[in-house]
C-alpha cells in the first residue's frame, strides 16, 4: 500500500483517486501490478509535469469496468471548467452516444454516475448535478 502511495507523489487529488480505484483490490498481485504500472508512467515522488499527474490519474481511468464508463467520462469534460454538470442531461448524452443502453434507462445512466463517483473521477454537488475536479477535467482533455 506505501508502494502505490509513494508512485502518487503525495498529491491529495493522485492519492484519493488511486485509492478509490484500487480500494476493493485484496489480491497481492492486483497491488504488485498497479505499483508497476506506476512507476512506468513516470510518477516519483516528485511529480514534476502534468503530462506525469495525468498518467498517473490515468491508472483510475483505465481501470474502469467498460467503455462505456471510459465514455461518460470523457464526455463530462466537455462541460466547461467548475461548471456543474446536470445528471439527467449527462445521462441523456450518454444514451444517445451509445454509452448507455437505451433499454436500461435512466436506472443504467445513474449507476453509470455512481461508478464514476465511487472512483472520485466525479463530485457530487447535489441531488441533480456533479461536477468534475478541473485537475480530472484536464486529464480527460488530454486523452482526447
Not at 498518467?55 to 467520462?73: E, I, V
Not at 461508478?115 to 486523452?143: N, P, Q, T
Request: some cysteine.
Amino acid at each position: 500500500m506505501y508502494q502505490v502511495a509513494a508512485q502518487c507523489g503525495g498529491l491529495p487529488l493522485v492519492l484519493c483517486v488511486v485509492g478509490s480505484a484500487m480500494s476493493a483490490k485484496e489480491d497481492p498481485g492486483l497491488w504488485l501490478n498497479a505499483i508497476n504500472r506506476l512507476k512506468k508512467s513516470k510518477v516519483h515522488n516528485n511529480l514534476d509535469t502534468d503530462e506525469e499527474v495525468y498518467q498517473c490519474l490515468k491508472y483510475s481511468f483505465d481501470n474502469l469496468a467498460n467503455d462505456g464508463l471510459r465514455g461518460c467520462l470523457l464526455l463530462c469534460s466537455l462541460w466547461a471548467q467548475n461548471e456543474s454538470i446536470p445528471k439527467e442531461q449527462l445521462i441523456q448524452w450518454c444514451i444517445g452516444l451509445g454509452f448507455s443502453e437505451a433499454s436500461d434507462g435512466f436506472e443504467g445512466g445513474e449507476e453509470m454516475i455512481h461508478c464514476l463517483l465511487d472512483a472520485s473521477l466525479l463530485e457530487k454537488k447535489g441531488r441533480k448535478v456533479v461536477e468534475m475536479h478541473y485537475v480530472i477535467r484536464d486529464m480527460a482533455l488530454w486523452f482526447l
